[in-house]
């Protein structure tokens, strides 16, 4: 082990990219990994014993929808065996009232469910599933028959940013104790239906407002976490509370990443839990080491004041936006691809956006 650096506050388990929804916001890669490809179990089990030796506290068991994947319940025994804390991250459309107490049964914690719009057509249509909306809504009532933690999780674009008070609203009444409030990222399908999601700046000011008022009156009952828009903010965040400081995520068929978009840095090599142990590729593989820290980092970052505070921003969106994972994050003031995103946001929010190109491929036209 090496005692200068802290192991992962927490794993993203990928169990699967199979998913029943096919939201146009999803941040999986475009290129989806089949089952197939998936690991089987006991390489799960192993990656679960791993990341408690390796001194990991929480497991996020994630997709996809991870629910499709038969051997969870074990999985979730495993890991409260191993002490971690377990939190399910699902669309709660693949579950039932029975499905969901085993799960709990054998060790689930948490349950983060994600709801598309507080209006059910508008739901449906951007889940690209028919009554997914309706499923959701028993999703959340069994979760908390059955005694668990709810968090709704809410993902923000032009077509439900004015409804935010609603969702909130509705995140309420569905007895969630917290609810995640996040701008659309755009990586994977989300980058590509960006012209169709992004808000324009006025929307997000009313929304953000609309978050800052539900806070001060819903104090004591809910918490709202807000993940503010990049494309609008003039400092970066620390993406994934920097890069490989504090979380690792396990691809579907076993790749260990600093974040879920990480593989589109094609100049990285990222190694599978197949073949390297994860106590060895978070401490000692060239991928993770490549932008921890702060000693990576260019002129102006290198001297800035925030550089251990947003760790030099998004790489992967430095990358995506300014053509190189090495520069700075485009979202801070300083970087010289600053006022270009400000415009492209500007256009894109302003203009008709295309119809959506939904997860699997297929083009909207869906009836909900
Ligand atoms: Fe990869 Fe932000 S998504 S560093």
Not at 82 to 101: C, F, K, Q
Not at 181 to 194: D, F, I, K, S
Not at 250 to 277: K, N, Y
């Amino acid at each position: 082990m090496n005692a200068s650096f802290p192991p992962p506050l927490a794993i993203l388990l990928e169990l699967t990219h199979r998913c029943p929804l096919s939201c146009p916001y999803c941040s999986n890669p475009l290129q989806l990994i089949s089952q197939r490809a998936e690991l089987d179990t006991a390489d799960w089990l192993r990656v679960i014993d791993e990341a408690a030796t390796l001194g990991v506290l929480q497991a996020h068991f994630s997709g996809g929808e991870p629910t499709l994947r038969k051997d969870l319940p074990e999985l979730l025994f495993r890991s409260r065996q191993r002490g971690l804390y377990n939190n399910l991250i699902t669309s709660g459309v693949a579950l039932d009232l029975e499905r969901l107490a085993v799960l709990r049964d054998a060790g689930l914690d948490h349950v983060q469910l994600s709801i598309q719009d507080s209006v059910a057509t508008e739901s449906n249509r951007v889940a690209g599933y028919r009554n997914s909306h309706a499923r959701k809504l028993a999703c959340a009532s069994w979760v908390c028959a059955l005694g668990m933690p709810l968090t709704i999780n809410v993902v923000i674009h032009r077509h439900n940013i004015e409804r935010v008070t609603d969702m909130i609203a509705l995140a309420v009444s569905l007895g969630a104790t917290r609810v995640e409030v996040a701008h659309t990222q755009y990586y994977g399908w989300g980058l590509l239906n960006r012209a169709a999601l992004l808000p324009t700046r006025g929307q997000v000011d009313t929304a953000t407002a609309a978050v800052e008022e539900a806070r001060t009156r819903l104090r004591g009952v809910l918490t709202i976490d807000y993940v503010t828009p990049d494309y609008y903010a003039r400092r970066p965040k620390a993406c994934m509370g920097g890069w490989a400081r504090r979380f690792v995520n396990i691809t579907p068929e076993g790749r260990a990443l600093p974040c879920h978009a990480a593989e589109t840095i094609r100049s990285l090599q990222f190694d599978s839990v197949r073949e390297r142990s994860l106590a060895d590729i978070w401490y000692h593989s060239e991928a993770f080491k490549r932008y921890r820290g702060s000693d990576w980092m260019p002129a102006p970052c290198r001297s800035c004041d925030y550089r251990e505070i947003d760790w030099g921003g998004c790489r992967c969106q430095a990358l995506a936006l300014g053509g190189s994972a090495d520069t700075l994050d485009p979202v801070c003031e300083r970087s010289l691809d600053h006022s270009r995103l400000r415009e492209l946001a500007r256009s894109e929010a302003h203009a008709a956006g295309p119809a959506f190109i939904y997860r699997h491929g297929k083009r909207e036209g869906f009836d909900s």
